[in-house]
């Protein structure tokens, strides 16, 4: 009797050995860009900054920007309008997103509860958040649910559509070769549709993180005492542009290293996918 060979071909053995190394050619093409770039980057950006306001432009100086920033250090103040700023932004965020993961499901897996609920949601979603604040105000009051209101708005609308994106996305051919499997409807969900779904979830969540933050200014226009918006706004009166820099250098910061996370989190719970 003949004995078959369980060695594999060289070719196949040859591919074998350069998945790895194609993998980490592609992960270099398309990963993390260069620490080396990055710090270029900002430094040029500050560098044109400085020029501009040395060219006669209404910009205050790196300089005094830094020196307002440890001035609201020092007193407190900072501190004081990051902390209230940061907890309207939180709340009104992960509410939203927790509330339109949900949704968004329901809509993207069952036809019924698409038809009964989408239009409401693109209704709405026409309408800016900032607009509902005359509205928030008459219903909530002057207190801090109608900033967070308008702030869980923002998040809400932006990560349910990328949710519903992701459930109705799924490759339908996963999903028959479940049902050929035996899986139920409820098997399939929880372990198909759900693990396909994440990356437009938090692709969601990153968009909404950014409509929190730039609603946030606007949401504590509600007779708030304290947060950077509030201060940004009072630094306005007083043609005060060094504060207003600080406000603004402070939100971009804050939101760029909760965006960061987001995509870390991402990185970790989508590494099984094959990145194109």
Do not use: H
């Not at 001035?71 to 939203?96: H, K, N, P």
């Amino acid at each position: 009797m003949s004995t078959i060979s369980r060695t594999a071909p060289p070719e196949t053995a040859t591919s074998t050995m350069a998945a790895p190394a194609t993998r980490r050619r592609r992960k270099a093409a398309f990963g993390r860009p260069p620490v080396l770039l990055t710090t270029i980057s900002i430094i040029v950006g500050i560098g044109i900054w400085w020029l501009l306001s040395l060219a006669g432009f209404r910009l205050p100086t790196p300089p005094e920007v830094v020196t307002r920033f440890g001035e609201l250090l020092a007193d407190g103040t900072l501190v004081t309008d990051l902390l209230a700023s940061l907890t309207r932004v939180l709340i009104g965020f992960l509410l939203g997103s927790i509330a339109a993961i949900p949704v968004g499901f329901l809509m993207g897996w069952y036809a019924w509860a698409r038809g009964l609920i989408d239009p409401w949601i693109q209704f709405f979603r026409m309408i800016p958040p900032l607009a509902l604040i005359p509205l928030a105000i008459v219903l909530l009051g002057i207190g801090e649910e109608p900033k967070i209101l308008v702030i869980f708005l923002a998040a809400f609308f932006s990560c349910v559509v990328s949710t519903f994106q992701g459930v109705v996305n799924v490759d339908r051919t996963l999903i028959n070769a479940a049902r050929v499997l035996g899986a139920k409807d409820g098997a399939i969900f929880i372990r198909v549709v759900v693990p396909a779904s994440v990356p437009f979830i938090l692709v969601g969540m990153r968009v909404g993180l950014g409509a929190s933050w730039a609603t946030l200014v606007a949401a504590e226009l509600i007779a708030a005492q304290a947060g950077l918006g509030y201060r940004m706004q009072q630094a306005q009166i007083y043609y005060d542009l060094p504060t207003i820099f600080v406000g603004l250098i402070v939100i971009g910061v804050f939101g760029l290293v909760m965006d960061r996370l987001l995509l870390l989190a991402e990185r970790k719970l989508t590494g099984w996918q094959e990145r194109r």
